[in-house]
């Protein structure tokens, strides 16, 4: 399944309705200003020395990204600001590039090219992670490499040639742009804000969805720094919002700031009561989890429809403390197998615990995964509890909001099926 079939799902007609926005065509944002958006986007400022653009998306859409913008402006790209080294935004600038110009000068953060470095170290558990997240399982990645379309390991073909450490104002054919580095969804992330045309491009610090700030399998997310940036950006007074995922706001600075503020509000909430929970004696983890009352918000650009908010407070959990769960037994924990036969025979074999699961999933699904997690754990060979514990997870993927969550548990379910309990 290629990219675009991945996220056919998630994507929406109207900004409001999905994340994964698709524009079917340039977007005017300001004077000679185009967004464009095909999963992620990319916004081209047109200036008299060439066009400015702010990501470039992923290499396997960006010709898309290209004609949108290409349609307007056939000027050469003379800067390309990478607002992380993600790749959906880093990795698709040689489709934007005029036949004959000269390289462009490539702006990113100066944390950025140790991120390419790390994803080298890691290639084979970043595909799993990735196959997992984005609604498969470990089987897609061992199909082989770039099964899924989206994946790229190593520095792009064009990597930064122009790197910054907390602030660089770049002034290009009459117009500036400020780039701000701001820890959010990743250490080296940036938003970007042109003055003279009142556009504001803030990456991934927001997707039209509760933020990216919790991510179960990646590295640490920067909640506080992220709310932080969001009302250093609230106060530019922009215009035009050009988001990294979802649609663009245009002219219609009120509801930019008003989209900012709420998201900074909803972090600066979780970061809060999650650090009180850690100082009242810093419980288990797991009693962190449900001693913070996560916000109800209406805002569509707060639901947790690709991340989810509770998944924020591990990240807060990670930052702040240790890698220990807390709970004495895991500090020095038996394998999973010697400990679920264990509690498989308790209850009279892995099927009885498998069943007892299944009673229990419509009542209380998160206590039915744990038994089933066990019984799956003590008989990965048994037809009967691979069944029933992926029927579960199959049921628990289908009832959650999020990508991840969904993908995560329908993964859990396919691992089950195959009698592999997440490996
Ligand atoms: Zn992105």
Redesign the pocket.
Known sequence: MDILGRFGRYVGKSPEEATFYWTGGPVELAERTWFGSAF?GVTAFDTEAGVVLVDSGLKKVAPMLASMIRSRTRAPIHTAIFTQG?V??AFGLEAFLVEGQAPPQVVGHRAMPARFARYQATEGHNRAINARQFGGTVRDHEAGPNAGGYETFGPPALPPTVLYDRRVDLSVGGLTFEVHHCRGETDDHSFVFCPERSVLCPG?LFIWAMPNAGNPQKVQRYPWEWAAGLRAMAALGARSLAP??GGPVVDDPERVKQMLLSTAEVLEDIVAQTLAAMNQGSPPHVDIVHAVRLPERDEPWLRNTYDDAEFIIRNVIRYFGGWWSGRPSELKPPPRAALAREIADLAGGAVALAERARALAGSDVRVACSLADHALEAAPEDEAVRAIVAAIYRERSASETGLMAQNLFASAAAYAEEGRPYR
């Open positions: 992620s993600h959906d935004h991934d990294g995922h």
